[in-house]
């Protein structure tokens, strides 16, 4: 007995209308949202081309390709990163598709299982949340073959490293998303870093530990769903009216957060005091969203899928604020950056054709135009500028560059940056960044508190 | 015991609030403003609407300052708090151990509601950008998680509305109060944390919560206590306010394991024109085979020693731990009243040991009363009724080749009928409350109970006057 995936006839289109013109094999990720029992792939894309095509193609048209070793990995890895801090709560990448011609088909389980574990890892690292019993340790692996368009699916277990594979379910079922409700909430943040007087490793282990002791109040806060607080394993989808083309069932979360004092063992009698060299906060509201599928949805997992979500927009989007000024900072004289700086906006884009929306992450020097090209770099999806729901959360207009280390207060007006490089989070950028990370991100922190002056 | 009548409710919330500040020096006066400040935003999150009361063991939600906005439906702000209790799920097991029937019709526990406190994050808040700020400045991060716990006596019929309005002012007046402590206490950048203890004082005063710095010793506080005695009028001579004072909610089990005021589980012997004259405060019931100690045969005046130490620790007049057999003895050889091979042997002890140990390890002076007949006992029934009325605490009585406590009596002053209330040591069963007041191992005893041609001394501790 495997795994079952009931996947979206969407889906199905898009692996058949994919063309292996310019590669002769095209890898993807397989996007959806895990349950207990089976799984739902709702979306696919395809790993978007290098600039330059190395490896895996053939440029000048014509030549086959003797094996699959060139794939690189790091590439479907780091787009599967980029890929992740698209998906709101609940949704996740579940997998690896494999388009591939026959003369490779032997190698194509090897392939899929490298690039399984090396996604599985890449996305692992830098969560503030840990892994539950509850959660489905299994991925999938899509193998297509471009001539026959015979599919094999089969799942291993990420858990577990000596995993062989195991054959799994692979079924197209029509309007998967329908009837997925959205539970949503808008959380106000308030939260300080100390930043010691230390050298530069310690400051990224500021940040990272503020965020993870954060985050360990929100693990163990408490969700009302719709003003109440459900027992785990209560159905959400009751009294949800079946079959009603009314507008997609909208829950509410509120989340509260346990002030316990803690064990009387561990009282401390006097105050922590730390020495520091100044302080980082991160302040203002942020809006979550997690999906809940149809298949008797439990309470508790409607719960956990919307802190995650909160979790993952927290730490993404510092991670992409630092990310942004070690590019800044590398490419203009302006030196360190300091007093405010904007957190990107979170913005949302509803999939057509399906009941769940992409997400992005806007900086005020962007547009929608940026947006867009970027849903269709990462997730191969045509989304309309339009239709791109900026409201949710709000923006600071302008960039704000003030030089003392005075707490500055919101809409500051300055000039914009002469230039804002075009669209400079291209998944190339990423890439060139995440092989740096260590040193990009103590960079970026140190570069963030220590002024020019 | 009996905190108050069965028409009253406890409500006792608790929380961690997180204080943190920025000390960029440790000049007094800076140090001041800034935990003014810390102190300040604390007490507007208090006040603000995204405080939430959760009630304990149960799904019922308050928010007290949202115009008292309550989770079920069908609780509102004016649902009397009585009904609060319908919502909650008590614990099984708890509930099983009281199974002792004559407790429930002595004495019905007041019952308690915790509520623990929370923070809301989310709320249709005006949509504020999400950005990072950053601060430079050499500065001392100061942390402290201040324990807040408020309680008030609250009627039956109270509405949940009117005692959530009240706890959030207690908790702001804690605040202040914590505040008071913290900067009376600071030295440059080291700060003590406040720590709230709850006393059930005489009326009027009632259930009163009292902040003390954590880590300073109540041998240090004394001035402290002399003002709250003057505040609250309460006698200069008996502790009232020392932390061990400190209130025992009904529903917090002792965490270790004696049974507390066994006696209170039994009814008073009806007597001709009598009145019972009983041990003030609580005392623990030591006996055989505790705490792993096989004193089977000779421990019997050790343990009535214990449970009289209980009671000088439990009373705030000590620190210090109830002794064991070993300190025991190694404190009578510390006097020079035995050998050092003492230390160690199954020796048997009297008054006479009792009393200088007393007054050894807990600076306690205690009178030793002396009957040459156990026949005679009942003719000290004006002295042991003084005795309970003034001291209060229970007596060590020794004769024969058998020790025991002495908890109260029931004397007449007129027709000088007398029955006493004895606590025996020589138990050597669990803990188990039912058992020992069924078969008298804590009961009332006649004059007959005493060996009538023995001769017997009393060890009558006397309370130091102190607060």
Known sequence: MGRSYIVDELVEKYLVNLKTIDASYITGLLIGQFSPQKDFVVLAARTPPKEKEAGGSSSDGGGMVSSLDDIDVQWVSEHAKQVSHMLPGSLAVLGVFLVHPPELSKEAQNSLRRLIFAVDKRLSKGRLWKLTEDDVPERVMLQICSKTRKAICRTFDVQDPKSSAKPADWKYQAGVSASWQVLQCSVDLDVLFPMAETSSSNLDKCTKDGLQRWANQIETSICLINGKRLPDHFDVTAGQKKNSKAAQSKLQAQILIPTKVGLKADQRSTASVQACKGFLTMKGVMHCRAYIHSNKPRACQAVEAIKRDLMNTVSCRTEMLFEDLFMNEGSSDRGAVSGQQPLPQRVFAPVPGTGFCICDYMFPDESLVDVSERFKEMLDCDILEETIDTTQEAALKQSNIVDNSEECTDNITSEMPTEAPENQRSLQTYVGVAVATGVALLATAASLLYLSD | ?467
């Open chain 2, 1 to 467: 015991m009996v905190v108050a009548d069965a028409g009253t409710i406890i409500f006792r919330v608790r929380g961690g609030l997180e204080l943190t500040c920025q000390l960029d020096n440790a000049d007094g006066s800076h140090v001041q403003q800034a935990l003014s400040r810390a102190f300040k935003s604390l007490s507007s999150r208090v006040r603000s609407e995204s405080l939430v009361f959760s009630v304990s063991n149960s799904s019922v939600f308050i928010w007290p300052n949202k115009a008292v906005h309550i989770i079920p439906e069908e609780v509102t702000e004016d649902t009397p708090c009585r009904d609060i209790q319908q919502h909650i799920q008590v614990d099984e097991n708890e509930s099983s151990k009281r199974s002792s029937k004559k407790k429930d019709k002595k004495s019905p526990t007041t019952s308690v509601i915790n509520i623990d406190l929370m923070m809301e994050v989310t709320g249709p808040a005006p949509l504020a950008a999400a950005s990072l700020s950053r601060v430079n400045r050499k500065h001392h991060f100061v942390r402290m998680t201040l324990p807040v716990d408020c309680a008030a006596l609250v009627q039956k019929d109270d509405s949940i509305g009117a005692v959530s309005g009240r706890l959030v002012g207690a908790l702001c007046d804690q605040l202040t109060d914590m505040e008071k402590v913290v900067l009376q206490h600071s030295k440059g950048t080291s700060l003590l944390v406040p720590q709230p203890f709850h006393f059930l004082l005489p009326e009027p005063a009632g259930l009163v919560t009292v902040v003390y710095p954590a880590g300073v010793p109540d041998s240090q506080l004394e001035s402290v206590r002399k003002d709250l005695h003057r505040r609250f009028e309460l006698p200069d001579d008996r502790p009232y306010l020392r932390r061990a004072n400190a209130f025992h909610f009904p529903d917090e089990p002792y965490k270790d394991g004696y049974l507390r005021n066994p006696h209170t589980a039994l009814n008073h012997p009806s007597m001709e024109d009598a009145k019972p004259y009983l041990v003030q405060g609580v005392y623990s019931y030591h006996h055989y085979m505790q705490d792993r100690m096989d004193d089977n045969g000779w421990g019997c005046a050790y343990r009535s020693l214990q449970t009289i130490c209980s009671w000088f620790q439990q009373q705030g007049y000590v620190d210090r731990d109830v002794p064991t057999h070993r300190e025991i003895q190694q404190a009578l050889v510390d006097v020079g009243d035995k050998p050092a091979a003492f230390v160690g042997s199954r020796q048997w002890i009297g008054s006479i040991e009792v009393q200088a140990v007393l007054d050894h390890l807990l600076g306690v002076t205690s009178k030793i009363l002396f009957v040459s007949q156990g026949s005679e006992l009942p003719s000290k029934g004006r002295e042991l009724a003084n005795h309970f009325q003034t001291e209060g605490t229970p007596i060590m009585i020794g004769g024969g080749v058998l020790a025991h406590t002495i908890l109260g009596v029931v004397w007449s002053e007129t027709t000088g009928q007398i029955k006493f209330l004895i606590l025996d040591p020589h138990y050597t069963g669990g803990e188990d409350l039912q058992i020992i007041t069924d078969k008298g191992w804590c009961g009332w005893k006649g004059p007959e109970f005493w060996d009538q041609n023995a001769y017997y001394n009393l060890c009558m501790p006397q309370r130091p006057k102190t607060i």
